[in-house]
């Protein structure tokens, strides 16, 4: 059975820095790519980021761009989002998602991990 | 970033259909793989529909999906009350480096 256990969220003030942690099981987690996606509260679904089965090419939202950072370690069967310079507005339900490819769609989330931003 | 359009919401009575919308573009839906997603309140979204009209196990085929040049659509057969939720189509975004866009999101009720 496939598993993405997310952690990590927390309460944090504006300009401080969290990560967020994903643990994947019961698939092959160096064949799959791998999202992180965030809901703020009552809002829809926002991509935040993207990495490659082997973490050398990754993709950002422009809303994220040079502030959060997505990495993968293979031996782990683990994702990271490293957030940076947090803002009101990162406020979100963050969820770790696989996908078969890059450019292909999310296959399975997992549970979200609530991010607050608030002084 | 472009997001791709949906009808905020839908409804129908048990037995109904409904069906909805996504509109983007050609460097969106025009050339990649349409997904749909539900989400129950409370809850993850789960994988609905992949690659523009296939169903992963366990989805009733009330459930289908297809796609036409930039737009896709998600059907939905003998609406039933636990069909009521949250629906979001996606895909890959080809413009730039690269990014996936969401939908806006239609909330299906059960009336």
């Known amino acids: 059975e496939v598993q993405l256990l997310d952690s990590g969220g927390d309460l944090v003030q504006p300009g401080g820095s969290l990560r967020l942690s994903c643990a994947a099981s019961?698939?092959?987690?160096?064949?799959?790519?791998m999202s992180w996606v965030r809901q703020a509260p009552g809002k829809g679904l926002e991509w935040v980021s993207t990495?490659?089965?082997?973490?050398?090419?990754?993709y950002y939202a422009d809303s994220v761009k040079g502030r959060f950072t997505i990495s993968r370690d293979n031996s782990k069967n683990t994702l990271y989002l490293q957030m940076n310079s947090l803002r009101a507005d990162d406020t979100a339900v963050y969820y770790c998602?696989?996908?078969?490819?890059?450019?292909?769609?999310?296959?399975?989330w997992g549970q979200g991990t609530l991010v607050t931003v608030s002084s | 970033q472009s997001v791709l359009t949906q009808p905020p919401s839908a409804s129908g009575t048990p037995g109904q259909s409904v069906t909805i919308s996504c509109s983007g573009s050609?460097?969106?839906?025009?050339?990649?793989?349409v997904y749909w997603y539900q989400q129950l309140p409370g809850t993850a979204p789960k994988v609905l529909i992949y690659r523009n009209n296939q169903r992963p196990s366990g989805v009733p085929d009330r459930f289908s999906g297809s796609k036409s040049g930039t737009s896709a659509s998600l059907a939905i057969s003998g609406l039933r009350s636990e069909d009521e939720a949250d629906y979001y189509c996606?895909?890959?975004?080809?413009?730039?480096?690269?990014?996936?866009?969401f939908g806006t999101g239609t909330k299906v009720t059960v009336l």
């Open positions: 998602a696989s996908c078969p490819t890059v450019t292909a769609g999310i296959d399975y």
């Open positions: 019961g698939f092959t987690f160096t064949s799959y790519a």
């Open positions: 996606a895909t890959w975004d080809d413009s730039l480096t690269g990014f996936y866009v």
């Open positions: 050609s460097s969106n839906i025009g050339s990649n793989y």
């Open positions: 990495i490659n089965t082997g973490g050398g090419g990754t």
